[in-house]
């Protein structure tokens, strides 16, 4: 449904909007303020503070876009698939590449000429990788008051002298021991870098750590589940809805001590208010995805609307808003209550001031890895729209206003034994309709052999996520959210497992039961895989989609030449769209994937240009020896390449 008697400002974006609507306040960093203001530079990943990753330059525009022509290339050096867009800060490009993790100044008056170069310290890779989720990332660096901030999937923290490249301080953030890695992205706040942790698979318990931008010094650590005073819950803590309204609910909501291992890693993206002081982002999954060993076991308490009542999983798979300054948790929404499909959230809170009946609303935008898309008030949590599906779901059977939570379909709870689901669904906590099972579910869910060791399955959509943490884009020129979202399913069972602290070995406690296939909106099996999406959050309403017919997620660029910029598609062609329409309006071969945010930024001669990196990491597709030599996989080579683009007039 859409928002109530609601339009969006479509106006023209002033600079002022462009480090979130005003004058900075305390909490922000005024060397980041001044800087992202003028859209010549770019200090943070998503570019401003909004997290909009909307570029104000209009240079290269629908007219003479045809016009961009390769101006200079560089090397990254590194065979493996980069992930982190590019920093520009007056006539110097800032790069770092994926394991083992090298920064490069390159000189923008000479055409990339190499500055200087660091090399971070890559004695633990060893110990990390076997460890580290889905490759060895580094989703982007942080530039403030004369420094680079980044981090390396080891969990060291880094401060860069930008001039030199010297090393100002390096901190171990995370506990190695514990498969603590760090994938994702930090933000500069006043005189405080925040970043997160990732290591969802193996038991961790999430959290963000603050540490002195000056001294690398430790300012706070708090996490996503325990006690409260673990958490950061204060008496400011005033969460809109009822079930976050109990005592100690970050660690109430679990059962008896299993939020010690509950998983909420915090391995995304972050935005910032200045003037509401408040830092937001999304937790991932809870742990283990087998939520038997997060509840009483095989016992489930949902109402007649299929709202989760008890041991929710407070707060992995949420949104978090904390006060910039000290931490403190201001108020959590769990988007996925007892997350049992790895339903993690790292995508960027996308910040963005909307009218609703005749009030200006400060908003976060979001379509969810669940597949739902939410509009927040962010100074409040509440749910200002009935959140949506932009792709086909069957986990979620609606939302519930009155609770302000998702109800959940029967059909895809999983318990550890057949047994546990069929005393369960005769209980009848449920309408009959609801738990009604043909034949066909329950052979599925296994009700022949209720004693089998492997537990009950479902046929999950969206599976694993309608997204990923790949940048969205939101255009202020336009209002409406550019999102690359998946359309897979695929059957999963929970498993019964043993687990030990520190982690050892990964602790899913889970199994796929079946191959993947994909399915449309309305639930039809198809051929594609991947949609380009423009979303408008005012009507509720996917505005058009670009198919793909090969798995690409691609992370977005807006721009206000009317453009948006994203790379890699299933052949590995770099293009720019026409915002607006979908209409492709020009397109580059750069030869292979594309899995970091394409930038924007002003030369030395006044100029606009545009940055892409095209990578893929080792082993992602091998080429069969008969492959056709236009084969989609021929275009997905390990290797890197930044390629700068500039109108040839």
């Known amino acids: 449904m859409a928002i109530r008697k609601a339009r969006l400002l479509r106006t023209s974006l002033t600079l002022a909007s462009l480090f ?36 104000a330059l209009d240079q290269i525009n629908l007219d003479n876009v045809d016009d961009l022509a390769v101006e200079w290339t560089f090397q990254l050096g590194v ?33 990339g000429a190499i500055k200087w170069e660091f090399r971070a310290d890559a004695e633990n890779l060893e110990q990390v990788l076997p460890v580290a989720c889905c490759g060895a990332q580094t989703r982007g660096m942080n530039y403030a008051e004369g420094k680079i901030f980044f981090q390396s999937l080891g969990g060291h923290v880094y401060a860069l ?126 742990g283990p995805w087998n939520p038997d060993y997060r509840r009483e076991w095989g ?49 960027t809170p996308i910040l963005a001031d909307i009218e609703i009946d005749g009030e200006m609303r400060k908003t976060i935008v979001r379509a969810a890895r669940n597949g739902y898309f939410y509009v927040w008030d962010r100074e409040t949590g509440e749910v200002l729209n009935e959140p949506w599906p932009f792709v086909y779901q069957n986990i979620f059977s609606g939302w519930d206003a009155e609770s302000g939570s998702v109800g959940y379909n029967l059909d895809t709870l999983m318990f550890t034994d057949a047994e546990d689901r069929r005393e369960y669904t005769e209980a009848g906590a449920l309408t009959p309709e609801q738990i009604a099972l043909n034949e066909e579910e329950a052979e599925l869910y296994g009700e022949d052999d209720v004693d089998g060791p492997t537990g009950t399955e479902a046929v999950v959509c969206p599976t694993i996520a309608a997204r990923n943490w790949e940048n969205d884009a939101y255009s202020p020129e336009t209002g409406l959210l550019y999102t690359s979202v998946q359309l897979g399913c695929r059957a999963m069972r929970v498993t019964e497992g043993e687990y030990s602290y520190p982690a050892t070995e990964s602790y899913t406690l889970f199994e796929w039961a079946g191959e993947k296939f994909w399915v449309d909106l309305e639930g039809n099996e198809t051929d594609v895989k991947n949609q380009l999406q423009a979303n408008d959050p005012v009507t509720g309403q996917t505005v058009w989609s670009i198919d793909y017919v090969q798995p690409t997620q691609d992370p977005i660029l807006a721009t206000a030449g009317g453009l948006l910029f994203l790379g890699g598609d299933d052949k590995g062609v770099f293009r720019a769209i026409d915002a607006e329409t979908g209409d492709v309006a020009w397109e580059f071969r750069s030869g292979n994937q594309s899995s970091a945010s394409p930038v924007s930024f002003v030369g030395p001669d006044g100029n606009q240009r545009l940055a892409f990196i095209a990578s893929a990491r080792p082993g992602v597709v091998q080429v069969a020896p008969d492959a056709e030599p236009d084969a989609v996989n021929r275009y997905q080579r390990e290797g890197s390449t930044l390629y700068v683009f500039e109108l040839n007039e």
């Open 299 to 347: 016992e489930i308490d949902l109402n007649e609307n299929g709202v989760v009542q008890s041991y929710r999983s407070n707060y992995c798979a949420s949104m978090m808003a904390r006060d910039a300054v000290t931490g403190e948790l201001i108020w959590a929404y769990n988007l996925t209550p007892q997350d049992q499909w790895d339903l993690d959230e790292p995508g």
């Open 79 to 111: 065979a493996d698939e980069a992930q982190a867009p590019p920093l520009v800060v007056d006539d110097t490009m800032y790069v770092v590449t994926p394991k083992p993790n090298r920064v490069y100044a390159l000189d923008l008056n000479e055409q």
């Open 20 to 55: 979130m609507m005003g004058a900075a306040s305390i909490s922000a960093n005024d060397d980041v303020t001044e800087l992202s203001a003028d859209p010549a530079n770019n200090v943070m990943p998503n570019i401003t503070y909004s997290g909009q990753n909307f570029s």
């Open 161 to 286: 002298d930008a001039e030199t490249g010297e090393l100002l301080w390096d901190v171990q953030a995370t506990d190695i021991d514990n498969a603590e890695t760090m994938v994702g992205n930090g933000l500069v706040i006043g005189d405080l870098y925040i970043t997160g942790m990732a290591g969802g698979e193996y038991g961790v318990r999430g959290y963000v750590t603050a540490f002195n931008i000056d001294t690398g010094e430790e300012a706070w650590r708090y996490y996503s589940m325990g006690p409260n005073e673990e958490v950061g819950i204060t008496d400011r803590f005033n969460p809109f809805y009822e079930f976050d309204q109990i005592e100690n609910p970050a660690e109430a909501s679990w059962f008896e001590d299993s939020w010690q291992q509950g998983g909420g890693s915090t391995w995304g993206y972050f935005s910032h208010d200045p003037e509401l002081n408040m830092f937001y982002y999304a937790t991932g999954n809870c």
